[in-house]
């Protein structure tokens, strides 16, 4: 790790949609090279924000305190909307050199008022911890599955998973099969991404996993 880093834009755990999770140590030993530098740290939670990954950010598995926050999808739930979050002493750096900065929606009332939305009714459901307790469980199953011979690896965090699979033919029949009884996940070659909804029931996860098993031990009576 070079000792000259003033910047740090770290995305915790998407990984360009493959769910690697990067090791705590890691992150803290960057973010107190680039404090110890006086730079920014800048966490893009456009994916793993609002919930994912159990928490309301990503970045709070890492116990640290980012300068900026990206923030995006979840946040509308379907209505295209971003957030850019800024602490206050970045916001008080910015007053004392302020720039004009515009785009056609910007400060959008509809907008806002869907991100309110949004925002209530995850407190009032409890949302997050459920997007945690669930996510534990769903996390238990998948795990359940990996044999080294279909399944190869489970890596998640809250309702954010990826399922690494022995290859692409067996991956395609997977998730056709899946697709034909309603189930939609992210094809990515050889793995599959899962995202479900933050309002999963337990009833739909152990539904999910008992259609996956049946599509798993039907290939393997095919092979």
Same mark, same amino acid.
């Given at each position: 790790?070079?000792?000259?880093?003033?910047?740090?834009?770290?995305? *915790?755990?998407?990984? =360009?949609?493959?769910?690697?999770?990067? !090791?705590?140590?890691?992150?803290?030993?960057?973010?107190? %090279?680039?404090?110890?530098?006086?730079?920014?740290?800048?966490?893009?939670?456009?994916?793993?924000?609002?919930?994912r990954t159990g928490k309301w950010f990503g970045y709070q598995h890492y116990e640290i305190n980012p300068d900026f926050i990206a923030v995006g999808k979840g946040i509308g739930n379907g209505y295209p909307v971003s957030i850019a979050l800024i602490n206050e002493p970045?916001?008080?750096?910015?007053?004392?050199? *302020?720039?004009?900065? =515009?785009?056609?929606?910007?400060?959008? !009332?509809?907008g806002a008022s869907i991100v309110h939305?949004? %925002?209530?009714?995850?407190?009032?459901?409890?949302?997050?911890?459920?997007?945690?307790?669930?996510?534990?469980?769903?996390?238990?199953?998948?795990?359940?599955?990996?044999?080294?011979?279909?399944?190869?690896?489970?890596?998640?965090?809250?309702?954010?998973?990826?399922?690494?699979?022995?290859?692409?033919?067996?991956?395609?029949?997977?998730f056709n099969d899946l697709i034909g009884k309603g189930y939609i996940v992210g094809n990515r070659g050889s793995s599959f991404r899962i995202d479900p909804p933050l309002t999963i029931t337990k009833t739909e996860i152990e539904g999910f996993i008992r259609e996956l098993t049946e599509s798993i031990s039907h290939i393997k009576s095919n092979t």
């Open positions: 790790m070079p000792k000259d880093v003033s910047e740090f834009i770290f995305e *915790p755990g998407s990984s =360009s949609g493959f769910v690697r999770f990067p !090791p705590k140590s890691l992150i803290n030993n960057i973010v107190k %090279i680039v404090r110890d530098n006086g730079g920014k740290i800048v966490a893009n939670e456009v994916t793993t924000g609002i919930g970045t916001t008080k750096q910015l007053e004392l050199n *302020p720039f004009h900065y =515009s785009q056609s929606h910007q400060n959008d !009332p509809l939305g949004v %925002i209530q009714c995850i407190k009032e459901n409890n949302l997050i911890s459920n997007a945690e307790s669930n996510g534990l469980l769903l996390h238990k199953h998948l795990e359940s599955l990996v044999d080294n011979e279909i399944i190869i690896e489970v890596r998640g965090r809250g309702l954010m998973f990826a399922v690494d699979i022995i290859n692409e033919i067996i991956t395609n029949s997977i």
